[in-house]
């Protein structure tokens, strides 16, 4: 693995749920503000069907109070939220045209989105048809952002994006070092407190991201790192 270049000054992040982002890149995030990087947020859903006996009435703005406060901690002030289903985000020209044009609002240089495998691993649970259709559109949306016949309504295009990086993928490419970055990361997650309250399990937000930031770590030569696979965009 290569170190992620840092050589841009804005980078959007592209999910589908509040705290997708903070199960690891929220570090790398810390890190690229801390520089005076802008980074922004984009979610398709607002993450209201995400908590088990809660109704998605009261659960959607909670989730995304928790996401804002998730991404301040790690210096970011903008989160747009697309008002797609969660559980049920299709890929296709709906999801594609919306992210185009959130893109072409931004005008990132870099966009950051998350793995959109079947499974998580080789042999890993199935990844989550919302991640899979988002992911995917994500990547394809920065070509369409650039190309001003492709959604002409969505306003006019951004020809910037230079590179998209997949976080939390089974053959990564690249890597930043959040050694000293980790603990802002940790306190992101920590923000979710009542979408952590009801997993419904124990889960400990330190342990869970040192163990994960570490293991990354031990294959990039630094003490805590975040692994993403880069697709070149231009
Ligand atoms: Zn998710």
């Known amino acids: ?3 992620v270049k840092e050589d841009w000054d804005k980078a959007v992040a592209v999910v589908a749920h509040p705290d997708d982002l903070e199960y690891g890149v929220a570090s790398a995030v ?3 503000t801390g520089q005076g990087k802008q980074v922004s947020y984009l979610l ?4 209201e069907a995400g908590i088990a006996g809660m109704a ?3 659960v959607g703005p909670l989730r995304m109070e928790e996401e804002r406060r998730s991404a301040a901690v790690v210096g970011v002030t903008e989160v747009v939220f697309l008002d797609h289903p969660d559980g049920t985000v299709e890929y296709g020209i709906a999801l594609r045209r919306d992210l185009a044009a959130a893109l072409r609002r931004l005008a990132p240089d870099v966009v950051i989105t998350m793995n959109f495998d079947l499974t998580w691993g080789e042999e890993g649970p199935v ?4 991640h899979r259709a988002v992911g995917l559109a994500t990547l394809d949306a920065c070509r369409d952002a650039a190309n001003g ?3 002409p309504e969505a306003g006019p295009p951004c020809s910037g994006i230079k590179s998209a990086y997949v976080a939390s993928v089974g053959e990564p490419t690249h890597f930043v070092d959040v050694t000293g970055t980790i603990d ?3 306190a992101s997650l920590k923000e979710h407190r009542a979408y952590i309250e009801c997993l419904g399990r124990e889960f400990d937000p330190d342990e869970f991201l040192r163990n994960m930031a570490g293991y990354i770590g031990l294959g990039a030569g630094c003490e805590y790192a975040v692994a993403f696979r880069h697709y070149p965009m231009d």
Do not use: L, S, Y
């Open 184 to 186: 802002a990361g940790i």
């Open 1 to 3: 693995m290569e170190p």
């Open 127 to 130: 990844n989550h048809a919302d």
């Open 44 to 47: 398709a859903t607002r993450g």
């Open 149 to 151: 016949w492709v959604f």
């Open 30 to 32: 810390a890190r690229w």
């Open 56 to 58: 998605p009435d009261e």
